[in-house]
Antibody, heavy 118, light 108 residues
Framework: QVQLVESGGGVVQPGRSLRLSCAASGFSFRNYDMHWVRQAPGKGLEWVAFIRSDGINKYHADSVKGRFTVSRDNSKNTLYLQMNSLRGDDTAVFYC???????????WGQGTLVTVSS | EIVLTQSPATLSLSPGERATLSCRASQSVNNYLAWYQQKPGQAPRLLIYDASNRATGIPARFSGSGSGTDFTLTISSLEPEDFAVYYCQQRSNWPPLTFGGGTKVEIK
């Protein structure tokens, strides 16, 4: 069955960096586009980033552009999110999610919490 | 950026009742509209994609309709496990992919 397992979250000071990982299994990872979505405590869902299956096309939300970078290693079935210059309003649960090819996200990981605080 | 507005913010209903949730887009999204369910402490779960197609394993009591700018998620008869927050999402004119603010379906 499809599994997405995020890791790398934690408490980090403002201005510092963190790299999230998402280990995928149960499907042909190299053939699917992937996303990162976040959810601040008590708030709604916010799309963060997209990467095409071949890793060439990438999009980032304006709120993270220039600070966050999505990447993937298809040989390791792993998705990444490099987060630099972290701010307090980046505090959120970060989910990786699989694109189903029909304009929606059909499988989600359990999420990893990032807390930005001094 | 396409803005999705969900209404109502909260829907108070009893088990067995019919739930009707609305999602309105600031411009046409064709039928590229999805619905998700999220329970506390859990990741979102895809219910409906491309406006009216049920995702794998989703019960028939969930149905989606609409096109253009106005969409509806209907739960024909609420089960206890259906009380949750529901989000709509579009990927018509993107980036960005956007979500609505959510509708909480609570027990009356």
């Amino acid at each position: 069955q499809v599994q997405l397992v995020e890791s790398g979250g934690g408490v980090v000071q403002p201005g510092r960096s963190l790299r999230l990982s998402c280990a995928a299994s149960g499907f042909s990872f190299r053939n699917y586009d992937m996303h990162w979505v976040r959810q601040a405590p008590g708030k709604g869902l916010e799309w963060v980033a997209f990467i095409r299956s071949d890793g060439i096309n990438k999009y980032h939300a304006d709120s993270v552009k220039g600070r966050f970078t999505v990447s993937r290693d298809n040989s390791k079935n792993t998705l990444y999110l490099q987060m630099n210059s972290l701010r307090g309003d980046d505090t959120a649960v970060f989910y990786c999610a699989k694109d189903n090819g029909y304009n929606s996200l059909d499988y989600w990981g359990q999420g990893t919490l990032v807390t930005v605080s001094s | 950026e396409i803005v999705l507005t969900q209404s109502p913010a909260t829907l108070s209903l009893s088990p067995g009742e019919r739930a009707t949730l609305s999602c309105r887009a600031s411009q046409s999204v064709n039928n590229y509209l999805a619905w998700y369910q999220q329970k506390p402490g859990q990741a979102p779960r895809l219910l409906i994609y491309d406006a009216s197609n049920r995702a794998t394993g989703i019960p028939a009591r969930f149905s989606g309709s609409g096109s253009g700018t106005d969409f509806t998620l209907t739960i024909s008869s609420l089960e206890p496990e259906d009380f949750a927050v529901y989000y709509c999402q579009q990927r018509s004119n993107w980036p960005p992919l956007t979500f609505g603010g959510g509708t909480k379906v609570e027990i009356k």
